[in-house]
């Protein structure tokens, strides 16, 4: 349809056109909001629970790790407490400071530590049974596996030197790490010397001269001994792929 000449177009007022894209836009947040309320209604509390699991979850783990490293930062102290102590050969000092770390710190490797450290210099001052409680305390309760296997060395040598032969024994018979089987044969084999069963130490010594190829001066030493006790290792070897090959 054509409009007559010189008339213009008809343009709706602008008022009217802002007024109706206000309304539209209303209803749109509207029904935006309502969708928003039914799922907050549906799934707000599951939410806010989550919520308050995830964060308490990392407040807990951020407490945990300041805890933890505090722990560590004491210990490290009453450590150095025992080291000082040790070396000036108080032994009341020591006693003291390892009773603290243990009742205090018993979970740290610096506890550990103290307890061989402890255990070392009591014995040498002529304290054995509270040399035997630090050595035990570790070999019991510590959480390093090579640590214990230490404290198990020790306090079996211990033992052996205030003649308790079958205690430190019994010692012995507990699990090793592989890197220290060689080591408890070792030691084996010096208690049963002691108790004159020659044939069952040269036994030990045997297996802890095997066990310490990759350790050639403590191999020597165990060599020794079996040279002392009449018997050469070196030529046991050698003739073991003859006797092989004989058979």
Do not use: C
Not at 50 to 75: D, T
Not at 176 to 196: H, K, N, T, Y
Request: charged share 25%.
């Amino acid at each position: 349809m054509q409009l007559p000449p010189g008339r213009p177009p008809y343009n709706p007022p602008t008022e009217n056109r802002t007024d109706y894209m206000a309304s539209h836009l209303d209803l749109e947040e509207q029904e935006q909001l309502d969708q928003l309320r039914h799922f907050w209604s549906r799934w707000g509390n599951l939410i806010t629970g989550v919520l308050i699991v995830v964060f308490g979850a990392i407040a807990a783990w951020n407490g945990y790790q300041y805890w933890e490293r505090r722990q560590a930062a004491q210990a490290s102290l009453l450590y150095d407490e025992v080291e000082r102590a040790v070396a000036a050969g108080d032994t009341a000092r020591v006693e003291r400071s390892f009773t603290d770390m243990r009742d205090k710190f018993g979970g740290t490797a610096y506890a550990q530590q103290a307890g061989l450290s402890a255990g070392k210099l009591l014995f040498e001052k002529n304290k054995p049974d509270q040399a035997k409680a630090a050595l035990r305390w570790v070999a019991e309760k510590g959480d390093d596996a090579g640590v214990q296997a230490v404290a198990r060395l020790r306090l079996a040598a211990l033992l052996s030197a205030t003649k308790s032969y079958d205690d430190a024994l019994k010692e012995l018979q507990s699990p090793f790490p592989e890197s220290f089987v060689a080591l408890a044969a070792d030691r084996r084999g010096d208690i049963l010397q002691l108790q004159g069963k020659t044939a069952e130490a040269v036994a030990e010594y045997r297996r802890a001269y095997t066990g310490l190829e990759g350790s050639p001066d403590y191999q020597r030493v165990v060599e020794l001994k079996l040279n002392a006790l009449g018997v050469d290792p070196q030529a046991d070897a050698a003739a073991a792929p003859g006797k092989a090959k004989a058979a």
